[in-house]
């Protein structure tokens, strides 16, 4: 390693003084003025662990759902996974050194982390559509350069592209061909094949209008529509040809407001749904017949996915163990729905796609969905490999059964949660059934619920246990949510800092809206009064 090239270089990217970050939920996300030499120092240490895993690293420069003046990086592990937990540590650290630890931090991970840095490097680089974006992904190309890494600048990419990627590279195509035309032709090819056992009347609505939070998502459907115009024709909304990105609009916004985003026109009982900023989670919706809006979220979807799972299992007469793994803000409707009416077992991990795909890799199939719209379903090896078995061998239904698991399989990113993936597997399934958005949505009904964010001066001083549903510090704060729950009927609350915002983020459920508000406002009241809030007070 060239340590005088690192110093050199990396006086070029300073750290502003004083600034001390953290490896968040989903990386490094803030300020994007603040983040170059973040960026500089990630394109380092995706070196290294790339070195280290003798493995294609990804480094993704987004920050997703946050406004247009944030960013974030990502770093995208071997399989396509999130970064392996004790590397957060490295890169939280690597992070905040000052420049004159620069070299000694850098060694000092190499040896912990045993990397031979003797071995050769390789990295692939994404970007979301921020204006800051391209600048700061040159900035982590500088990172792997110095190091003596070789890369590849994908350019404008969804994140879960990005992790796909990364896949296909480190699997020699197994996965996948490692190109954007590949994930097109795989997805497509899997969906047309999906979709051509659908019984067909010719008054099936096979139109969908998309909200792509004025992001890459836009850019991403439109160049991949032809694909499969036959079978889905898409109507892009919000394609970032006028608006700001995730601004009123796009699925964070429609699932935390409860409401449709601007800029798209909803008839009644049209089928619609949103992306988030890059393109990883997804949210349908409609309005009914009296204008009610009506919010079908990652709970909904996790349900009709895994219910289509179970009658293709049943037809084939498997027995592959399903699990569903959500988070501690997963509708109490959902999850009594999964455990008592469709009888599979339901696990709750802590926020951030990282601990949910991490539990669903125990099952053979494990279906995770945040309900905010972040999931996918993996098969494990084995369970894949008995199904592309049975594809060839069973027989009549049971064969088209198998197969369509087979391209199941084959739809949904393995790597990350995906909305245009996530997307295409609800829209095959709603043709397949016959179902449409209102018979979906009614599968059960949502507690009415409420999500609010609250400023603190410092959100640390909030620390969680049990899956995040207990908040252990301040002093005080548990008891004061546990009273104000009592409150009120077929109620829940819990609190927790966010790992992409700097705020506490508040959830409260109950009986009725009004109930699930008030609750909501109390516990953010309790919130700012014993954890130090900052600025306005909550209003209800
Ligand atoms: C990221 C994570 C998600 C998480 C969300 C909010 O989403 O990938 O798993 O639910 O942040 O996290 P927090 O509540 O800690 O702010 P995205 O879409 O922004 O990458």
């Not at 992001?215 to 608006?243: C, P, W």
Request: glycine letters at 8%.
């Amino acid at each position: 390693m060239d340590l005088d090239a690192v110093t050199k270089h990396s006086a070029l990217h300073a750290k502003p003084n004083g600034l001390i970050l953290q490896y968040g939920t989903a990386g490094f996300r803030m300020k994007a003025e603040h983040l170059d030499h973040v960026m500089f120092r990630m394109g380092l240490l995706a070196a290294l662990r790339s070195k280290q895993t003798k493995s294609t690293i990804g480094v993704m420069v987004t920050a997703s759902h946050n406004p247009e003046e944030d960013n974030g990086v990502k770093l995208v592990d071997p399989l396509g996974e999130m970064l392996a937990p004790s590397w957060e540590e490295h890169a939280t650290c690597l992070a905040n050194a000052e420049e004159e630890d620069m070299q000694s931090v850098l060694m000092d991970i190499s040896e912990k982390a045993a990397v031979d840095l003797q071995q050769d490097a390789f990295v692939v680089i994404g970007r979301d559509t921020r204006p800051s974006s391209q600048k700061l992904s040159q900035s982590v190309i500088d990172g792997v350069t110095v190091l003596g890494g070789q890369f590849h600048d994908y350019g404008l990419l969804t994140t879960p592209q990005l992790h796909y990627m990364v896949y296909c590279r480190n699997t020699n195509g197994q996965y996948g061909k490692a190109t954007i035309e590949g994930y097109y032709q795989k997805l497509s090819k899997a969906f047309v094949e999906l979709t051509k056992q659908a019984f067909c009347t010719g008054d099936e609505d096979r139109s969908l209008k998309v909200d792509c939070a004025n992001g890459i998502g836009a850019l991403k459907l439109r160049e991949m529509e032809h694909y499969f115009s036959q079978e889905l024709s898409v109507q892009l909304f919000n394609d970032g040809t006028k608006g700001k990105l995730n601004h009123l609009c796009g699925a964070d916004f429609v699932k935390s407001h409860q409401k449709p985003p601007q800029g798209m026109e909803m008839k009644s009982n049209e089928r619609c749904c949103s992306f988030d900023g890059d393109a990883d989670r997804i949210v349908y919706y409609y309005h009914d017949a009296d204008g009610h809006f009506h919010l079908i979220d990652g709970d909904k979807i996790a349900t009709l996915i895994s219910s289509f799972l179970k009658e293709l299992l049943l037809e084939i007469g498997e027995s592959l163990n399903i699990g569903v793994v959500q988070t501690a803000y997963a509708n109490g409707s959902s999850t009594r729905y999964l455990k008592e009416v469709m009888k599979v077992p339901v696990y709750c991990t802590k926020t951030g796609v990282k601990h949910l795909h991490h539990k669903a890799q125990e099952f053979d199939i494990g279906v995770y969905f945040e309900a905010n719209g972040h999931g996918t379903v993996l098969f494990s090896k084995a369970a894949e490999k008995k199904i592309r078995e049975l594809a060839k061998e069973l027989e009549d239904k049971k064969r088209k059964a198998a197969e369509m698991l087979e391209n199941v399989i084959d739809l949904f990113n393995q790597a990350a949660g995906d909305a245009i993936s996530d997307m295409l597997v609800i829209e095959a399934i709603l043709a397949l059934k016959g179902l449409t958005v209102q018979q979906w949505d009614a599968l059960y009904t949502d507690l009415p619920n409420r999500q609010l964010k609250v400023k603190v001066a410092d959100r640390q001083l909030i620390s969680t246990t049990d899956a995040e549903r207990q908040a252990v510090t301040p002093p005080g704060l548990q008891e004061a949510i546990n009273d104000l729950v009592k409150k009120y009927k077929l109620s829940r609350a819990f609190v927790r800092p966010s790992g992409t915002e700097d705020i506490v983020r508040v959830y409260a459920e109950a009986d009725s809206q009004e109930s699930a508000d008030s609750l909501a406002y109390e516990v953010s009241v309790a919130v700012f009064q014993l954890a130090g809030g900052v600025g306005e007070s909550p209003k209800p």
